[in-house]
């Protein structure tokens, strides 16, 4: 079974500081992709990104950046000089082998809130 | 404009009457699925989609039934609402291997 777990339900940070959300999730698939969602408060979904198990560079976009670490299955998302746009509900998510039910796992989320 | 659309956005509905949520996506996927928002649980799948007339139960079934006989449509629907299927819906489709497209969400309250 696979699981995803967000162990920060609630982060609150002063707007230019950086945060990192946290992600560590369990398969045992052994090609699997891992993605990050932003919930903004009007609700819907946004993707940021979509990693592959083969694929263990780091990636930065922007103010965004995510470490991919197999060794300790996580896959963190860090925000460098967070801005109060930020602010959002952020879930990490795992699918499993395509070309069968790509259901995507979902953590819990975390709460970003940051402070003007 | 590449998009998958949800109707209503917004329901309010009684314990009983039977619903149907729609989903509708322009960009020829094969792959569709819906999942329901409960706060603290994250997203849960309830059904999926592998193709036309091709449906199958996600984790959280119970309650709901789907039907796909177009590839672009797969609508949810409620036979008998109770309470606890107050939830934030959303359908979600996608070509196999690549990133999935979500809907706007649906917010259903069911008194």
């Known amino acids: 079974a696979q699981k995803v777990t967000q162990a920060q339900t609630e982060i609150s940070v002063v707007e230019k500081e950086d945060v990192t959300l946290d992600c560590v999730y369990e398969t045992r698939d052994t090609t699997y992709y891992l993605f990050w969602y932003k919930q903004p408060p009007s609700g819907e979904l946004v993707f940021l990104i979509r990693r592959n198990s083969f694929d263990e560079q780091n990636e930065i976009s922007g103010r965004y950046s995510w470490n991919f670490q197999k060794s300790t299955s996580s896959f963190n998302f860090t925000i460098t000089a967070s801005q109060v746009v930020d602010s959002a509900v952020y879930f990490c998510a795992l699918s499993g082998t395509p070309w069968g039910n790509e259901k995507l796992t979902f953590g819990t989320g975390t709460r970003l809130t940051i402070i003007p | 404009e590449a998009q998958v659309t949800q109707n209503p956005r917004y ?31 994250g997203l849960r799948q309830i059904y999926y989609s592998m193709n036309v007339e091709v449906t199958d139960k996600g984790d959280v079934p119970e309650g709901y039934k789907v039907s796909r006989k177009e590839k672009r449509n797969f609508p949810l629907i409620l036979e008998s609402p109770s309470p606890n299927q107050t939830s934030l819906y959303f359908c979600a489709s996608s070509l196999y291997g690549d990133e999935q497209f979500f809907g706007p969400g649906t917010r259903l309250t069911v008194l």
């Open chain 2, 11 to 41: 329901l309010i509905t009684v314990t009983g009457k039977k619903l149907t949520v729609t989903c509708s996506q322009n960009m020829n996927h094969e792959y569709m699925s819906w999942y329901r928002q409960d706060p603290g649980l």
